[in-house]
């Protein structure tokens, strides 16, 4: 599913009008964004949260010149999915 999909959905089964749907989604992406970036988790209850986590400097493997290489610390995020979405994935229904 893409983001265009979620807004398609929204227009068609939640009653938005498409301008609508594409502010809503564009707006909670561009919130969860800056709460990461600031270094904040964000939690949606039911569903996961992520977290945003520092990785450390590293060597890796150049493939295509077969040498060793410095992958330089970075910040990305970490998505922990919540019990119930686990148990709903995992279900047999």
Avoid: Y
């Avoid at 999909?5 to 502010?23: F, K, P, Q, V």
């Avoid at 949606?44 to 610390?73: Q, S």
Wanted: overall charge positive; aromatic content about 2%; glycine content about 6%.
């Amino acid at each position: 599913m893409t983001k265009q999909d979620i807004i398609d959905h929204l227009t068609n089964n939640c009653g938005l009008h498409r301008s609508s749907a594409i502010r809503a989604v564009e707006g909670v992406i561009s919130t969860i964004s800056d709460s990461l970036a600031r270094g904040e988790a964000v939690t949606l209850r039911g569903f996961a949260t992520i977290k945003p986590v520092v990785k450390a400097e590293k060597i890796g493997r150049d493939i295509g010149a077969d040498k060793p290489m410095v992958i330089p610390a970075h910040r990305s995020a970490k998505l922990v999915l919540s019990k119930e979405l686990k148990d709903k994935l995992n279900s047999k229904a």
